[in-house]
T-cell receptor, first 115, second 112 residues
Framework: GAVVSQHPSWVICKSGTSVKIECRSLDFQATTMFWYRQFPKQSLMLMATSNEGSKATYEQGVEKDKFLINHASLTLSTLTVTSAHPEDSSFYIC???????????FGPGTRLTVL | QKEVEQNSGPLSVPEGAIASLNCTYSDRVSQSFFWYRQYSGKSPELIMSIYSNGDKEDGRFTAQLNKASQYVSLLIRDSQPSDSATYLCAVNRNFGNEKLTFGTGTRLTIIP
């Protein structure tokens, strides 16, 4: 399947700081990427859909000013958690698929811990 | 009614037996169906996709789709301890790289 990478794989930060998570499609171009969050022992929650060259679409209840998404190229989407708080501690995962394809592949995820 | 429903389990199956995982969906016009496996602490991994009614086999895995009954299942033959994971059913209303709707997952434990 298509390879999706994420960086960093884990990050610990202080409350009030901002953290940027990168999601890259390594061997294909991804016009659309999806960002999910997963709390321990809970199901995946879609946060937003990022589209290359346009504004992201956020799911209901997700603060767009807190979770900034940028999809500036066909291989890179970034999620920035601004002014992070302990309740933002979670597993953040991106997924995407080939344009014109049907299958979607997840990145390995980023575990964020906010102290 | 949830859009995609799965029995949360846990489902315990003896090693070597067949594990059967079920999923129902509410949107009758859904076109694409996927099974993901998620190990604890890891991200989901795509293991099967199915688009047409009937069975699709890949190694020890068989996906079954019945659009009339709005039902998709995953069978794992000769279950191994390494199959112990949470299995997520995902549905796409269309074909293509669009938003998936996930079930909450079924936790499967294979008992040695």
């Amino acid at each position: 399947g298509a390879v999706v990478s994420q960086h960093p794989s884990w990050v610990i930060c202080k409350s009030g700081t901002s953290v940027k998570i990168e999601c890259r499609s390594l061997d294909f171009q991804a016009t659309t990427m999806f960002w999910y969050r997963q709390f321990p022992k809970q199901s995946l929650m879609l946060m937003a859909t990022s589209n290359e060259g346009s504004k992201a679409t956020y799911e209901q209840g997700v603060e767009k000013d807190k979770f900034l998404i940028n999809h500036a190229s066909l291989t890179l989407s970034t999620l920035t958690v601004t002014s992070a708080h302990p309740e933002d501690s979670s597993f953040y995962i991106c997924n995407t698929g080939l344009a014109g394809g049907n299958e979607q592949f997840f990145g390995p995820g980023t575990r964020l811990t906010v102290l | 009614q949830k859009e995609v429903e799965q029995n949360s389990g846990p489902l315990s199956v003896p090693e070597g037996a067949i594990a059967s995982l079920n999923c129902t969906y509410s949107d009758r016009v859904s076109q694409s169906f996927f099974w993901y496996r998620q190990y604890s602490g890891k991200s989901p991994e795509l293991i099967m996709s199915i688009y047409s009614n009937g069975d699709k086999e890949d190694g020890r895995f068989t996906a079954q789709l019945n659009k009339a009954s709005q039902y998709v299942s995953l069978l794992i033959r000769d279950s191994q301890p390494s199959d112990s994971a949470t299995y997520l059913c995902a549905v796409n209303r269309n074909f293509g790289n669009e938003k998936l709707t996930f079930g909450t997952g079924t936790r499967l434990t294979i008992i040695p």
